[in-house]
């Protein structure tokens, strides 16, 4: 099972030790590093900063907002980090929530999985560079028509050749038919707040995306799944566990609307409904240190590694012969070297 390591987004900066984290992860031969974005940082900057100061481990967006770039942005993005990284990219899409999509970049939200489907058919085509770029959908439409538009568009392709017309994309998602949907057309699926005790329904959904699986695509058995899973180490379990507890609850409580949290959604799917409506109780108040310790130990161990080195170890041998591929370890990185050093 291949490990890689999630940097995420930053919180009010860069974060101290970054670098010297990336360069770690490829002399140790880890397979892979990736970055997020939400509101503040973004994916692709810190990656290609980062990463040029690498040779050997895949550089990935884990992940890229839909909503922050057309598709024909993000292709060039992504070819362009392909070549300057000597085919090391991966490209993780997510389509986010309608929080972040509607309050930061005042884009609708709605159809969430019709609007990722186009718009990797927009990257695709892009990449493949066969023909110039086409699209007559219901959220992306080129060339522009209609009244909004001068009648002048044309259909382009892009100028430079990529170097890889398959280059990877990876679609974020936690519901079932997201799950599906990244099977059906994607080259891999970056779940979180996953769990070995999943497996069975995570295969489940795969299968159903599998079976519409278009055959111009990379084989299935090159799709691969990197689930995100926080790790923290300390003298015992519940010492670190402290240390993920406030993770959780962030997005239990303040990753969504009341309506509509994702995150929260995924760990409801594991049993501890109430133990999230708690956390959200507690983080709507302002109490975010009570929203915290209201996270259970048994959800953290659910979805994270905590506890002393060997713990981590026997942590993670739970996750081999799952449906993961890989995992990428989500740590502050001035803990990098510890961790590393435990599990490989």
């Not at 973004?42 to 481990?57: F, H, K």
């Not at 398959?166 to 979180?192: F, M, R, S, T, Y």
Request: proline share 7%.
């Amino acid at each position: 099972m291949r490990v890689g390591l999630h940097l995420g987004y930053w919180s009010s900066g860069p974060p101290e030790g970054a670098a010297a984290a990336v360069e770690l992860a490829d002399t140790a031969g880890l397979d892979s590093v990736w970055t997020a974005e939400a509101y503040g940082s973004d994916a692709l900057t810190p990656l290609a900063w980062w990463g040029a100061r690498t040779s050997r481990v895949r550089l990935g967006t884990g992940i890229a907002q839909l909503s922050a770039r057309t598709p024909t942005a993000t292709a060039m993005a992504a070819l362009s980090l392909d070549h300057l990284s000597g085919g090391r990219f991966v490209l993780g899409l997510g389509a986010s929530g309608p929080q972040v999509v509607e309050g930061w970049y005042g884009q609708p939200y709605r159809r969430p999985l019709e609007r990722t489907r186009e718009y990797v058919d927009v990257v695709r085509q892009v990449l493949r560079r066969e023909a110039p770029v086409r699209m007559e959908g219901r959220h992306y439409r080129l060339p522009l028509d209609g009244d909004a538009a001068t009648g002048e568009g044309k259909a382009l392709r892009a100028t430079v050749h990529p170097l890889r017309a398959d280059l990877p994309i990876h679609l974020a998602a936690q519901g079932p038919k997201n799950v599906a949907l990244a099977a059906e057309i994607a080259d891999g699926w970056l779940p979180a707040f996953f769990t070995p005790r999943l497996d069975t329904w995570a295969r489940e959904q795969l299968e159903a995306g599998f079976a519409r699986r278009a055959p111009e695509l990379s084989p299935r058995e090159r799709f691969e799944v990197n689930a995100s899973l926080p790790v923290a180490v300390g003298r015992d379990v519940e010492q670190a566990a402290d240390l993920v507890r406030p993770h959780v609850a962030l997005y239990v409580g303040g990753m969504g609307s009341a309506t509509s949290n994702f995150h929260r959604e995924a760990l409801e799917r594991l049993g501890y409904d109430a133990a999230c409506a708690e956390v959200a109780r507690l983080w709507a108040t302002g109490d975010r240190a009570a929203a915290a310790r209201a996270v259970p130990t048994e959800l953290v161990l659910d979805v994270a590694l905590v506890g002393r080195p060997d713990q981590l170890r026997d942590q993670l041998a739970a996750w081999r012969g799952s449906v993961a591929t890989g995992v990428l370890l989500q740590l502050p990185p001035a803990a990098a070297p510890a961790v590393v050093d435990a599990l490989t």
